[in-house]
């Protein structure tokens, strides 16, 4: 169970993205493919070759570096079996192994941080609960913030085997939200009830995450959860994590200065073309649901 910020002021929930977003981390991730290609007898490759395929999920990753082990499954030492089915899934599990392996002994090897993040997630997190949404396998997310020294920072963490649903699925934003909810402070928790006492007429945001909104004649108390989702928002480079945000009905924000270089496809409610101008954009996003909240908690 993630923990709350001792005495910290619930002024928001804003998720980031990790690879492309808050760090460049491809040459590393490309690294470590060429290196198990080598172990397992493999040609080499140039490492910018691998680039497009180390950012978008491992699964993608394993296929598009390692093809010839779904091929030939007796280049992993596997033996074949009854169906293509569960080959693909052994070729799958061993890969996994031996890139996890490679890549956790050369995780920052060039792994940098983009310029202006370490200032702009301290100044976040000083003002925000932060939560981290990427589908980089939980435990390789977590050693490496450890090692860039941003892990205290978040205090929701989701990677893409961290639930069952990975991006664009809304299903770890709404899981956050309802985790937060059960974390925050007693004193956080009553001022944020008062304000669930108002009414939540005219809203454009379904509540649940889902599809369709209140009619302007709903009058009744909002939960900590609705209060909580209407001051989330969601930032990174990708369509994934674009819709994710549309998906969960939360604010996003697409960061321009990462992996993509044209906008997706999906809309977002701001732009950011350095991280520096996340901590700018993000109070803008929010002012408006601040505003209505000191109007409604005396």
Request: hydrophobic share 35%; proline share 7%.
């Amino acid at each position: 169970m993630p923990e709350a910020s001792e005495g910290k002021e619930f002024q928001g929930l804003i998720f980031l993205d990790l690879d492309g977003t808050i760090e460049d981390s491809r040459l590393d991730m490309a690294g470590s493919a060429n290196r198990v290609r080598k172990q397992l007898g493999l040609q080499q490759k140039e490492v910018e070759s691998f680039f497009p395929f180390v950012m978008k999920g491992m699964e993608y990753l394993y296929r598009q570096c390692f093809p010839e082990c779904f091929q030939d499954p007796g280049i992993l030492g596997l033996e074949p079996e009854a169906t293509e089915q569960s080959s693909e899934l052994s070729a799958l599990q061993s890969l996994a192994l031996l890139y996890h392996r490679d890549y956790s002994e050369h995780i920052v090897q060039h792994t940098r941080m983009y310029p202006n993040m370490p200032e702009a997630l301290k100044e976040l997190h000083g003002r925000y609960y932060l939560g981290l949404y990427t589908n980089k396998p939980e435990s390789l997310s977590r050693l490496l913030l450890s090692a860039l020294g941003i892990l205290e920072y978040f205090e929701l963490l989701y990677g893409g085997d961290t639930l069952a649903e990975s991006k664009p699925s809304a299903l770890p934003i709404n899981t956050g939200i309802q985790s937060l909810a059960g974390i925050l402070p007693e004193a956080e928790r009553s001022r944020l009830t008062k304000e669930g006492q108002t009414s939540m007429q005219g809203t454009d945001r379904n509540p649940d995450g889902g599809s369709g909104s209140l009619s302007p004649a709903t009058e009744r108390p909002a939960t900590l959860p609705e209060l909580i989702r209407k001051r989330t928002v969601m930032v990174g480079d990708s369509g994934g994590d674009l819709q994710a945000a549309r998906q969960a009905n939360v604010k996003s924000v697409w960061a321009s200065y990462g992996y993509y270089a044209d906008q997706p496809d999906s809309p977002a409610d701001a732009v950011a073309s350095s991280p520096s101008e996340l901590v700018h954009i993000i109070p803008e996003l929010l002012q408006g649901e601040g505003d209505a909240m000191r109007r409604a908690v005396p």
